[in-house]
């Protein structure tokens, strides 16, 4: 089993950055692709970043393409989450997840194993 633990949230104001961290403990983490979700209140949870097993393979939903950048560290077993121009509509908690596979998955249902999550809440 891999454990993960977020963090890096924070209240912050609409135009900055925050940058999520994401730890990942237990079995062999560097061939697991890896993928970063959020969900607002009253909303479905929905996928934000992914990133392959090698950091090689990149993808992003369009609401935070060039502005969120994904990347890992195997050496490290981290998944960073850069977020850069942060809006209010960005506001949700942020989870980490892994899948038992290299390729990119975009479905939460998809992934095999989830942080608790971290708030990330910007003001306008």
């Known amino acids: 089993q891999v454990q993960l633990v977020e963090s890096g949230g924070g209240t912050v104001q609409a135009g900055d950055s925050l940058r999520l961290s994401c730890a990942a403990s237990g079995r062999t983490f560097s061939d697991n692709a890896m993928g970063w979700f959020r969900q607002a209140p009253g909303k479905e949870r929905e996928f934000v970043a992914a990133i392959n097993w090698s950091g090689t393979n990149t993808a992003y939903a369009d609401s935070v393409k060039g502005r969120f950048t994904i990347s890992r560290d195997n050496a490290k077993n981290t998944v960073d989450l850069q977020m850069n121009s942060l809006k209010p509509e960005d506001t949700a908690v942020y989870y980490c997840?892994?899948?038992?596979?290299?390729?990119?998955?975009?479905?939460?249902?998809?992934?095999?194993?989830w942080g608790k999550g971290t708030q990330v809440t910007v003001s306008s």
């Open positions: 997840a892994g899948r038992w596979g290299t390729v990119i998955l975009t479905k939460p249902g998809g992934m095999n194993f």
